[in-house]
């Protein structure tokens, strides 16, 4: 392989690699990422076998050929080199010579041959979508997903079709929490969902990178046991979760009568100062509310904390445990202005809901105080 590349656009792609290469080590190559030069052209790729990324890049090509090379050393060396084009090329002992200029390093790389098999992308039919609204639909529900301790299935969002097949839901929950949203996409009928679907919580999360600040379409797809996304000549494609995701219908509850509405700013400003004094390990606050206030308490073993805000709220007086942090990732996760908390009674679930924002709802469940 011998080639010459811009180092910007390599920067830039080998920037997007760098969330998916395997960082254990449980197989050495995972922590590479593989080069394909020919067609004027060089193909990166790279994958942990759960996720994997594709892009492409115009290059000078003098002699095709492929290469693995570890992922973080390789993007370490070409920020360093100076502005400009460099050159590649590898030799049939997959030693890497990277130059620029004066300056030029040696690179022991692995051979091809060695590397997991990659998802072809032309084997998915993608359909548009509205990068942004791709990446709201993620946003607003990926920070309510499980760890990696918690069962596998809740390690990911939900995807379907909605009821019409005029648009598509996603939803992720813990066991805590819940987020769901739903949104209008022309050609959701299209998508080869028939049931439920789980997309991974890392392919979530390394699509929300693509898709930050992209303003026209993308493509979405999913096939089989597997779901691609599409950004411009990126490709990220991921494993679906195996497992059944629990029933979200009946956490959202009904009878939740009694509103209140808040300054989404005021209530993050009285969360983080009760933060300061919540045990560690339950981040109970106790929410009291009341006809035009709300009053915030938390308490450890160092102390107490305190503070109230006015709120749009003319309902009984009601005393709830929540967890701050539930409130304020839903709060981080939506523009407005406002956020809406509908209650039943103190041993229920709160729904959250966002003025202007239409199905989006959250379920935050109560704490025992």
């Known amino acids: 392989m011998e080639l010459t590349i811009e180092r910007d656009a390599f920067i830039k792609i080998l920037g997007k690699v760098q969330g998916i290469v395997e960082k254990r080590n449980a197989m050495p190559i995972l922590s590479n ?155 959701a009928g299209n998508i080869a969902v028939e049931k439920q679907v789980i997309l991974p919580r890392k392919g979530m999360s390394e699509s929300m990178k693509l898709l930050d600040g992209v303003e026209n379409e993308v493509g979405l797809a999913i096939k089989e046991k597997q779901a691609a996304v599409k950004i411009g000549d990126t490709v990220l494609i991921m494993r679906l979760v195996d497992g059944k995701f629990p029933d979200y219908r009946k956490v959202i509850i009904e009878g939740c009568d009694q509103k209140a509405t808040a300054s989404k700013e005021e209530l993050i400003r009285n969360l983080r100062r009760a933060s300061l004094m919540v045990d560690d390990k339950a981040r109970a606050v106790k929410f009291e509310f009341t006809p035009g206030n709300l009053r915030l308490e938390s308490k450890n073993i160092n102390g107490s904390s305190s503070s109230e805000l006015d709120i749009d709220y003319d309902g009984d007086k009601m005393s709830i445990g929540f967890n701050d942090r539930y409130f304020v990732d839903i709060m981080n996760a939506t523009k407005s202005e406002k956020i809406e908390i509908n209650l039943r009674d103190e041993q229920s679930p709160a729904l959250v809901t966002i003025p202007d924002e239409e199905n989006y709802v959250c379920v935050i469940m109560p704490m025992r105080l």
């Open 33 to 187: 990422t593989l080069l394909r030069a020919s067609d004027q052209s060089l193909e990166i790729l790279a994958t942990d076998l759960e996720a994997t990324v594709i892009d492409t890049c115009p290059v000078d090509l003098s002699e095709e050929g492929s290469v693995t090379l570890n992922a973080k050393k390789l993007f370490e060396i070409v920020k360093e080199m100076p502005d400009g084009p460099l050159f590649l090329k590898s030799d049939d002992e997959y030693h890497v010579e990277v130059k620029s200029g004066k300056v030029r390093y040696e690179i022991m790389g692995m051979s091809s041959d060695d590397y997991p098999k990659i998802p072809d992308p032309s084997d998915f039919s993608f359909i548009s979508v509205p990068g942004p609204l791709l990446y709201e639909m993620i946003h607003k529900t990926i920070y309510a997903t499980a760890g990696e301790e918690a069962r596998f299935s809740l390690n990911g969002v939900l995807f379907e079709k909605t009821e019409e097949g005029e648009g598509v839901r996603m939803v992720a929950t813990d066991g805590h929490r819940l987020a769901k949203i739903e949104r209008m996409i022309e050609g």
